[in-house]
């Protein structure tokens, strides 16, 4: 495949360019008729062309105008938004009959908050299939006590299941990255909670892992839970975030609303 545009560092571009590969991303994906689907990235539409032709409610965002302007011309049906995915509202993408599916070879250097916002998101998401950095792939699969055990896995575990699913090679990337990439997928669970329970389970995720070699004593004190009273919550505040498992950590939420109450809840 040929590229008209030289990649753009800053968009943190690597175009995929394996017939094999696309295939095997598009078997699992595996693209319903009536699905809503999001792509992030389209880039020059090697895996657009296929979803095109197995759903019709396919939307690709893309920040690059120049590629945008590429896209326009190769798919004049595709649902194209020229704007950066983490200001893409998705209310207005959700469809009342289906949850949205994301896809897409995402930009390796915003793989957290891209993460962050579909969790934000996650009462309109179905599922998300993505390819991304290897070693970031095994940290959101990381099992409690590991090494890569941290706030991706932990949160990625409440919200959703999470698959790695193969591992890509960077021979099949223009350019070629530095890293190799694996494919995952997230099927978003439906958690009955509000926002105001989901926003600070993460935020005391966020707050144990934030000293990782401190017990979880310190690591909260240090937080912006400093005025909590940890005490009597049933959790060994001796250990460390990275011996807590998920539910340890919604033990941890349920004493903080218990002690503070949803009006007043710690900020940063």
Not at 76 to 105: A, C, H, M, W, Y
Not at 129 to 137: T, W
Not at 190 to 196: E, F, K, P, R, Y
Request: contains cysteine.
């Amino acid at each position: 495949m040929k590229f008209q545009n030289k990649p753009k560092k800053r968009f943190g571009q690597n175009f995929l360019q394996d017939e094999n590969i696309l295939n095997k991303i598009v078997k699992e994906i595996n693209p319903q008729l009536d699905d809503a689907i999001i792509e992030i990235g389209p880039g020059y539409g090697s895996l657009t062309r296929k979803l095109l032709s197995a759903t019709e409610n396919l939307t690709a965002v893309e920040i690059d105008n120049e590629l945008v302007k590429d896209l326009k011309e190769k798919f004049p049906r595709l649902n194209l938004i020229n704007e950066d995915f983490l200001k893409t509202d998705l209310s207005t993408l959700n469809s009342q009959e289906n949850k949205l599916r994301i896809v897409g070879n995402i930009p390796y250097n915003i793989t957290s908050p891209i993460i962050f916002k579909l969790i934000e998101n996650n009462k309109l998401i179905k599922d998300a299939v993505f390819m991304v950095q290897l070693e970031v792939a095994k940290r959101m699969t990381a099992d409690m006590g590991t090494k890569d055990y941290g706030i991706l896995a932990v949160v990625l575990d409440y919200f959703t299941a999470t698959v790695l699913c193969f591992r890509i090679s960077p021979n099949v990337f223009y350019p070629k990255p530095k890293v190799h990439s694996a494919l995952i997928h997230l099927y978003f669970k439906d958690l009955m909670i509000t926002d105001d329970r989901k926003k600070l389970f993460i935020k005391i995720v966020k707050a144990a892992f934030g000293k990782r070699r401190k017990i979880l004593k310190n690591s909260l004190s240090n937080s912006i839970f400093n005025k909590v009273d940890f005490t009597g919550s049933g959790i060994d505040l001796s250990l460390r975030a990275e011996n807590l498992s998920v539910q340890d950590f919604e033990i941890l939420t349920d004493f903080v609303l218990s002690k503070t109450g949803h009006s007043r809840l710690p900020t940063e």
